[in-house]
């Protein structure tokens, strides 16, 4: 089975300033890796994903993230956050089946605050 | 195209009682899923329906069942609901050869 660790559960920080939100994994199978934004009474929206290929991979909004086998890690990054980026970031893994078969499996969340 | 829709948005139930939920897939999605979110547990996965058969399954007790219809629609209920139930319901769709999965708005249910 396999499990993800989202390590701060908050994060806050100044307007126009980077940001990094951590995440690491732990599987006994390869994975697929997502991050997730949800926003105040909204669903999950995808921000990007790790399939296969670069280990850089590039999303919406201008955000980023990097996955790291050695270190089963896929941290979330943004050079310069804006006010709109206030949100609840969720990181989230599926085992690779050829069953073909989806669960993910999601971290407890990090709370993005963006102060001006 | 449209995207993954739920309904109803919000329900508010007695315990004991019976719960529908509906979801409708993006278009040509034939695999969905359900997740409960709760402050406590977080986001749980509860099952996967993919061509109206369940594929997946997560550890949640038989009171929490599902189907799916041909045109990939699917619902889920809860059956002698308990306080605990109280969530928000996320329904989520993927395509046949992806492996991301798209999610809705959710339906928000409390149990008093």
């Known amino acids: 089975a396999q499990s993800v660790t989202q390590l701060d559960s908050q994060v806050p920080v100044f307007e126009e300033a980077p940001v990094e939100l951590r995440c690491n994994y732990s599987?006994?199978?390869?994975?697929?890796l997502f991050w997730y934004v949800q926003y105040p009474n909204q669903g999950l929206q995808l921000l990007l994903k790790y399939l296969s290929g670069s280990t850089l991979v590039k999303g919406i909004n201008g955000f980023e993230a990097e996955f790291n086998k050695s270190q089963t890690s896929f941290h979330l990054r943004k050079p310069s956050v804006h006010i709109s980026d206030t949100a609840e970031y969720f990181c989230a893994v599926s085992e690779f089946r050829d069953t073909g078969r989806r669960a993910l499996t999601f971290g407890s969340g990090t709370r993005l605050q963006v102060q001006p | 195209k449209a995207g993954v829709t739920q309904t109803p948005r919000y329900l508010i139930k007695t315990r004991g009682q019976q719960v529908t939920l509906s979801c409708s897939p993006i278009s040509g999605h034939r695999s969905v899923s359900w997740y409960q979110q709760t402050p406590g547990q977080g986001l749980q996965f509860l099952f996967e329906y993919f061509s109206e058969t369940q594929r997946n399954k997560g550890n949640f007790p038989g009171r929490f069942s599902g189907r799916q219809f041909s045109n990939s629609r699917s619902e889920m209920n809860v059956s002698t609901l308990e306080l605990g139930d109280s969530a928000l319901y996320l329904c989520a769709s993927s395509p046949d050869r992806g492996h991301e999965q798209y999610f809705g708005p959710g339906t928000r249910l409390t149990v008093t």
């Open positions: 599987s006994s199978v390869s994975v697929y």
